[in-house]
């Protein structure tokens, strides 16, 4: 949709394909854009799914019968067991005043022998709360978040999910929006500062997720005000602690918060139903699926040069040493056979249990 050049190489696949899209509610707006534009214009099978649909993005997919919505009310009536698991009371909502106050309430639990998932919305407080729990409480976190190289995250993403499986021992894992999304935890106690409806109600869907402690438990859910907006939008924020409050310190449902949800969500724009794939004429200009700023590069740590350069040489795969790092730590002098879209980071800003880290926080290690 944005003249990529491996999309457009995989363009015929879709005469004999049906499309799944995950996790739709996380589209950004332009992301979103070309999901409409790609609706109205190939004639394929495609199945979208979400748990936090905001009611002006579900109307736009469903209007003009792009897309159908289900379950329907009819349909309903034969998902009993679901409109069960809808309702029932798996939540205490609960709120702190800062993330001070969270870290003695991580530490309690922690103590207590429960399991903590805490979420925030950046990498850098990732960080800095994994190192406060260690230096003021003696407790070693599970840290996860996009800043890894890719063969470490995915050894801490199989550390985090292995954590949570079992009940018998006490783990804590501090990690970032990256939990949202295809990482099945279930957390006794889900401590998270405040953020979008839809990323809240992801979080949230974290805790008491499969009901293990008993029909009886309620998970902690303890929310508190992010000591700065970013990378959200005042707007987003303030919508959230309206959705927030209407949900008030009780027992809660994954229904209640559904409903709330379709409330408080802030109405969007429509799709203007343009790609460059459609619209740009003689010139196949590449362009940008994602809307945001490109704060983050592509990038492999010195110290792994002599493997990658026997990797490319070996023509093998070299995705296990790239890692995503503020673009201010990706410059300096490359040696000539490298992919150009990489840069080099220092090692010394990497720990393989924390990530990435700015001068800044290595500083105060």
Same mark, same amino acid.
């Given at each position: 949709m944005e003249h990529g050049y491996t999309g457009l190489c995989l363009l015929p696949v879709l005469a004999d394909s049906a499309v799944i899209i995950d996790e739709v509610h996380s589209f950004d707006?332009?992301?979103?854009? !070309?999901? *409409?534009?790609?609706? &109205?214009?190939?004639? /394929?099978?495609?199945?979208?799914?979400?748990?936090?649909?905001?009611? %002006? &993005?579900?109307?736009?997919?469903?209007?003009?019968?792009?897309? @159908?919505?289900?379950?329907?009310?009819?349909?309903?009536?034969?998902?009993?067991?679901?409109?069960?698991?809808?309702?029932?009371?798996?939540?205490?909502?609960?709120f702190t005043g800062d993330e001070n106050s969270a870290l003695m309430i991580a530490a309690e639990e922690y103590n207590a022998g429960n399991r903590?998932?805490? =979420? =925030? !919305?950046? /990498?850098?407080?990732?960080?800095?709360?994994? @190192?406060?729990?260690?230096?003021?409480?003696? *407790? %070693?976190?599970?840290?996860?978040?996009s800043r890894f190289r890719l063969q470490?995250?995915?050894? &801490?993403?199989?550390?985090? /999910?292995?954590?949570?499986?079992?009940?018998?021992?006490?783990? *804590?894992?501090?990690?970032?929006?990256?939990?949202?999304?295809?990482?099945?935890?279930d957390?006794?106690?889900? *401590?998270?500062?405040?953020?979008?409806?839809?990323?809240?109600?992801?979080?949230?869907? @974290?805790? !008491?997720?499969?009901?293990?402690?008993?029909?009886?438990?309620?998970?902690?859910?303890?929310?508190?005000?992010?000591?700065?907006?970013?990378?959200?939008?005042?707007?987003e924020l303030t919508a959230a602690a309206a959705f927030l409050n209407d949900l008030g310190a009780k027992d809660i449902s994954q229904r209640l918060m559904a409903e709330k949800l379709e409330l408080h969500t802030p109405l969007q724009r429509d799709a203007d139903g343009s790609a460059r794939f459609l619209e740009g004429g003689y010139y196949a200009t590449p362009g940008a699926f994602r809307d945001i700023d490109a704060f983050t590069v592509p990038a492999i740590l010195d110290k792994d040069l002599p493997d990658l350069k026997k990797r490319l040489d070996a023509k093998d795969t070299y995705d296990a040493l790239v890692l995503n790092v503020p673009e201010k730590f990706a410059k300096g002098e490359r040696p000539g056979w490298m992919p150009k879209y990489l840069g080099i980071a220092s090692e010394r800003f990497y720990d393989p249990q924390l990530g990435f880290m700015t001068e800044e926080e290595e500083t105060n290690q």
């Open positions: 707006r332009n992301m979103f854009d !070309n999901l *409409i534009c790609f609706l &109205r214009t190939f004639d /394929v099978p495609v199945l979208c799914m979400t748990a936090t649909l905001p009611p %002006s &993005r579900r109307d736009e997919l469903t209007r003009d019968k792009l897309l @159908r919505l289900y379950p329907t009310e009819d349909e309903r009536k034969d998902l009993a067991d679901l409109e069960e698991k809808e309702k029932h009371l798996r939540y205490q909502l609960e903590v998932l805490w =979420v =925030v !919305n950046t /990498v850098k407080r990732c960080q800095r709360i994994a @190192r406060l729990l260690k230096q003021q409480h003696s *407790i %070693s976190s599970l840290v996860y978040h470490d995250r995915k050894d &801490r993403h199989k550390d985090t /999910v292995e954590a949570f499986k079992q009940t018998s021992e006490a783990k *804590i894992a501090v990690t970032t929006q990256v939990c949202e999304m295809s990482l099945d935890l957390a006794d106690v889900l *401590i998270t500062e405040r953020a979008p409806i839809s990323s809240l109600v992801q979080r949230f869907g @974290r805790a !008491n997720r499969h009901l293990v402690r008993g029909e009886d438990f309620r998970a902690r859910l303890i929310v508190y005000k992010p000591e700065s907006r970013h990378p959200y939008s005042e707007n």
